[in-house]
């Protein structure tokens, strides 16, 4: 898909906003990976075109762009939410790259 689907727990103080989208980059290219910041401040997603998009939980605006190079198959923020990390997608025979951002997000 070209877009993550977002729910809030039943917790959330506008039920009404229970489900919520969000388009990765202009909505060109496959969504493999959605996570959430552990403070939930921003969402990373990570798409085939090699990019990881950072977004405000709270607007779901689009807040920085970070280029991977390679199809993007997995996005995980560290427990302290000050580094992101993503892997590319391998051939069976290669390993794919793997890169390590620090957080100007949080």
Do not use: Y
Not at 17 to 31: D, E, F, L, N, W
Not at 35 to 50: E, F, K, L, Q, Y
Not at 64 to 87: C, E, H, N, Q, Y
Request: hydrophobic share 40%; aromatic share 4%; proline share 9%.
């Amino acid at each position: 898909s070209k877009q993550a689907m977002i729910w809030r727990s039943p917790t959330t103080p506008d039920p009404r906003a229970s489900c919520r989208t969000i388009t990765h980059g202009k909505g060109a290219c496959r969504v493999n990976s959605v996570a959430i910041s552990p403070r939930d401040r921003v969402i990373a997603t990570g798409g085939d075109d090699g990019s990881i998009q950072i977004s405000d939980t709270a607007t779901l605006k689009p807040l920085m762009t970070l280029k991977l190079g390679a199809p993007v198959a997995v996005v995980r923020f560290s427990p302290d939410g000050r580094m992101l990390v993503a892997s590319a997608k391998a051939k069976p025979e290669l390993s794919g790259p793997i890169r390590v951002w620090l957080a100007p997000w949080d």
